[in-house]
């Protein structure tokens, strides 16, 4: 069996009586986790890819940490746009670095997993967009040194890219160009994945494949081109698989709120 990964992005936990565009996002986060943890019961990891709470509130990270109470395995959370350094680490003390950053390194198999921190920690760049500061790069580039020239995904929650959405595009990794440039000059086999845009895209760019997951809560409408970043819409909450075998990686996204039951068609195949 391949080695399994799950990941959730753009929790946007509210507080207690507080929901977006009507959804209740601790109750749709909660409904993604069970259905990941009862239909995934192989993984290895659960990654919370930023964006965790929807104001940073130290109640909304009580909140999450209270949901978190049923996941059983290792946790590597990050941040976002939305979130708060300070009361994250207050909460989840385990997930920064000495330096204070959200930084994971860690094996999936044969596959290595690097987990970037792009939350603007100094406030020094557009709100809402993210930057990767001296240290974070710094950070990076012994990363992609130590993994050589082994499969390595990499994650973070600004994509360093456009996607079409000019509102999101806005306030996407500031300097974005600063990551693709190492991520491009990598000399083995690499697949970025971002949170931040609420909507499951594929692509290329600058030379690096990359793959953006859904929010399990609310997702951005398909209004390409000019348009607000603080536009929603309800559709199916989602999570991503990531399975890494010794022949590449595969990203799936699972809509969960319309999955049903499996039932066999003896006549297909």
Known sequence: MPDKLLIFTDLHIESDGRSIIGLDPLAR?????????????????????????HHGKRD???RL????????????ATLGNHDSAKNFVQTFPDQVD???????AFDLGPLRVLILDTHDHQGAVQQHAGWLCERRLRWLD???????????????????????????????LINGDALL????????PLHLLCGHIHRTIS???GGVAFTTLKSPCHQMPMILGPGSSALSVDEPGAYGIAL????????HTEDFAIAGATQEDPLSG
Request: aromatic content about 8%.
């Open 98 to 104: 000495t330096d204070g950053f959200a930084q994971h």
């Open 29 to 53: 986060f909660e409904e993604g986790l069970t259905h990941a943890l009862a239909h995934h019961e192989d993984a290895q990891a659960l990654v919370l890819l930023g964006d965790l709470t």
């Open 60 to 62: 909304q990270y009580a």
């Open 65 to 76: 940490q209270k949901a978190l109470s049923s996941n059983r395995l290792p946790l590597y």
């Open 203 to 205: 692509g290329h760019a």
């Open 244 to 251: 890494a075998t010794n022949a590449g990686l595969v990203i």
């Open 142 to 172: 012994i990363q992609l040194a130590l993994a050589g020239q082994r499969p390595l995904l990499v994650a973070c929650h600004h994509p360093p890219f456009a996607t079409g959405f000019d509102g999101m595009d806005a306030i996407n």
């Open 181 to 188: 440039m190492r991520l491009r000059d990598y000399p083995g």
